[in-house]
């Protein structure tokens, strides 16, 4: 058994209409294009529009199988079972016992809800016989599953008729219902997975009731032969495709998609990649040196990328670009310090010093996250003991309530605070921000050094205060810690944008000269989370929040592989280790590019044509972190998403490799294959 799904479990009203639904679950189901062995049924009402586009996609033939839900006396909404042809009832027993149904008040139930099937099958039909399913491959589609309990009664008619292989294929499910169901059938494709799941219609923005002269209709639409020609979506993309060798675009194609924009966000579809660090790196480079930029914010937590930010401007104690990296030690070290990252902090060291002979502006670099709450406050407090030493006293006796509650384990003090097994310190860090930034004198008052140190100190200061709000969420829901570390890292990107317009090295008067920065995050960070399913239930990403602040002023790219290898980790806080990637899924993002034979290309979301269209529509795509787990990869790397609407540009690698890290061991060094590969899950 395989399952196609995606990996979170967001609501998101993702569909236009029924028909919209059903061309998505084709592009997921496209394996089965031109496979004369394979039927497709829709259980109406709701589910004939979808099954229609699906068999029409994949030139397959349709048919009706009529379910009908045995609705609880009194209330016929409430489902206690399913009744489907030849007689097959699925009841749920549990439901059956909590009413104290009896078996005549079932009988009752049943035999009206025969009569209406009965009648809908002969409505439907015509006087036409069902096709027969013996040895062909079923795909059971409807418009949504809420408890199953209607597909499990269609699975029960199916196999009486001694199918080879049932896929079931739905647009929204909730996770319980496409687990269990996928547990008992040959394929199961959701391709949403709303969580909580109130009802199928709210993943629809038309869930118009479907009429019995709209399915006649349909059913006596041929599906098969000129139906819907087969749209080659490679074609398209290769259509639309810019080369771009080493994931590195054209200069001018650079120069028209960035702009005048002051924010550019570059995102990567898995942390541990070789080629999306060097044409990371390559693209950012080429910004600094022809557009002026003059900052690098990185998915870093903020006191370590100083200790960089100081060896770019020549000052702290590291002599070279490795030392200064040595600040990331909080797993996964690998994402800063790796071989490209250094070459690049090398480059980027030549770079500053010649700009200072040359009376220029010098980049800095810098973090944006906030996992470090010990090591802020350890900043926080040696900043106040050389300004004000009173003050130091006061911020190491409020910031040692983590000394008393889990010592310098963030998860573990969160855990505490939110279950009410320990002492929460929110009171005292707030106290703490608010005491620094009133004891503290103006930064527009000070001189460059002593205005960068002060503003050092208030962004430590306040990646402990929402470190601290992050580690109580965590254990609250995976939406709210979510939130607080990307509004924290755009409230960080806006805070730097105005350091550096106050901090002399752009003035207000030359308004050529504002502050521009490039950001360095995940994929899942830089795009925009309104075009993926993982929005709708509230979730926000930094792309997003610097869009909606900024406008036109910023763009986006994203990342994108096939295969090949990648740096990860198989559990938190594990040893590095070079994973195999699996082949992208059938049907995903991923492999539609993968399918265009180019090795290295560019596509312009920002330019309307076909490719955009096409990747307007929902498809799966893969995000890798930190933690791959090959074996489950489905359930574990893939959600849903509108690339089209996600990026401004996406650049594919359809081959890459993993990131060297700088202390590498013998399990990176040796690579891994999954014992599961290529069936396990």
């Excluded at 996928?182 to 869930?207: N, Q």
Aim: proline share 5%; aromatic share 8%; hydrophobic share 40%.
């Amino acid at each position: 058994m395989s399952s196609t799904r995606a990996k979170d479990d967001a609501p998101q009203t993702i569909f236009r209409d029924r028909h919209e639904a059903g061309r998505t679950l084709a592009a997921l189901l496209d394996h089965y294009r031109g496979d004369p062995g394979v039927l497709v049924l829709g259980l109406p009402r709701g589910g004939i529009p979808v099954a229609w586009e699906v068999a029409a996609a994949l030139d397959a033939p349709l048919d009706a199988l009529v379910v009908r839900k045995l609705g609880a006396p009194g209330n016929p909404e409430f489902a206690i079972g399913a009744l489907s042809a030849g007689g097959h009832v699925v009841l749920n027993d549990d439901l059956v016992r909590a009413l104290r149904l009896t078996a005549d008040q079932i009988r009752t139930i049943t035999r009206e809800e025969a009569e209406e099937l009965h009648r809908r099958e002969a409505a439907y039909r015509a006087g036409r016989a069902p096709i027969d399913v013996a040895g062909r491959t079923v795909i059971l589609v409807d418009d949504g599953l809420a408890t199953g309990a209607s597909m499990f009664a269609a699975l029960e008619a199916i196999r009486a008729g001694e199918p080879k292989r049932i896929v079931v294929a739905v647009p929204a499910a909730p996770e319980s219902t496409c687990r269990e169901l996928g547990a008992s059938v040959d394929e199961m494709v959701c391709a949403t997975i709303p969580a909580p799941f109130r009802a199928v219609g709210e993943s629809f923005w038309d869930f118009t009731q479907v009429t019995d002269d709209q399915v006649r209709a349909l059913l006596a639409m041929s599906t098969t032969g000129t139906a819907v020609p087969p749209t080659d979506a490679a074609a398209t993309i290769r259509a639309a495709a810019i080369e771009a060798p080493g994931g590195v675009p054209p200069e001018a194609v650079l120069d028209d998609l960035i702009g005048d924009a002051k924010i550019v966000l570059i995102g990567e579809s898995t942390h541990g990649t070789h080629e999306f660090y060097a044409a990371r790196a390559a693209i950012t480079r080429w910004l600094i040196e022809r557009k002026g930029f003059t900052a690098v914010a990185v998915e870093g937590d903020w006191p370590a990328a100083y200790r960089v930010n100081r060896y770019l401007h020549g000052s702290g104690d590291d002599t070279t670009a490795a030392e200064s990296l040595r600040g990331f030690e909080r797993f996964p070290a690998w994402i800063w310090r790796n071989t490209v990252v250094r070459e690049f902090i090398t480059w980027l060291r030549a770079h500053n010093d010649e700009q200072v002979r040359n009376d220029r502006p010098r980049t800095g670099f810098y973090g944006l996250d906030l996992y470090s709450l010990h090591r802020s406050m350890h900043e926080v407090v040696g900043f106040l003991e050389h300004t004000n030493p009173l003050a130091a006293q006061r911020a190491k006796a409020r910031y040692g309530c983590f000394d008393q509650v889990a010592g310098d384990d963030g998860q573990a003090y969160g855990f505490a605070a939110a279950f009410g097994a320990g002492r929460s310190c929110e009171a005292q860090v707030l106290w703490q921000l608010l005491d620094l930034q009133r004891s503290s004198p103006g930064i527009a008052e000070l001189p460059p050094m002593e205005a960068d140190d002060q503003f050092d100190a208030f962004r430590n200061a306040w990646s402990v205060r929402n470190a601290e709000t992050y580690y109580r969420a965590m254990f609250s829901d995976r939406v709210s810690s979510w939130n607080v570390r990307d509004r924290h890292m755009a409230d960080t990107l806006d805070a730097l944008l105005s350091h550096l317009y106050r901090g002399g090295v752009q003035t207000p008067s030359d308004s050529g000269n504002n502050p521009r920065i490039v950001v360095w995050a995940h994929n899942s960070h830089v795009g925009n989370a309104r075009a993926t399913e993982l929005g709708s239930d509230g979730q926000l990403s930094l792309g997003q929040l610097v869009r909606e602040r900024h406008g036109v002023h910023c763009r986006s790219l994203g990342f994108s592989t096939c295969t090949g290898t990648v740096t990860a980790a198989e559990d938190w806080g594990g040893p590095a280790v070079q994973e195999n990637v699996r082949a992208a899924l059938p049907s995903s993002v991923e492999a539609v590019l993968h399918d265009t034979g180019v090795a290295q290309f560019l596509l312009r979301m920002d330019v309307p044509g076909d490719a955009v269209e096409l990747l307007r529509q929902p498809r799966l795509q893969r995000a890798i972190g930190v933690i791959y787990r090959p074996g489950t990869e489905r359930q574990n790397h893939y959600f849903h998403t509108r690339p089209a609407d996600q990026f401004d540009a996406l650049i594919h690698i359809d081959r890459t490799t993993a990131v060297e890290p700088l202390e590498t061991a013998g399990q990176w060094l040796e690579g891994t294959t999954p014992e599961t590969y290529p069936s396990g899950l």
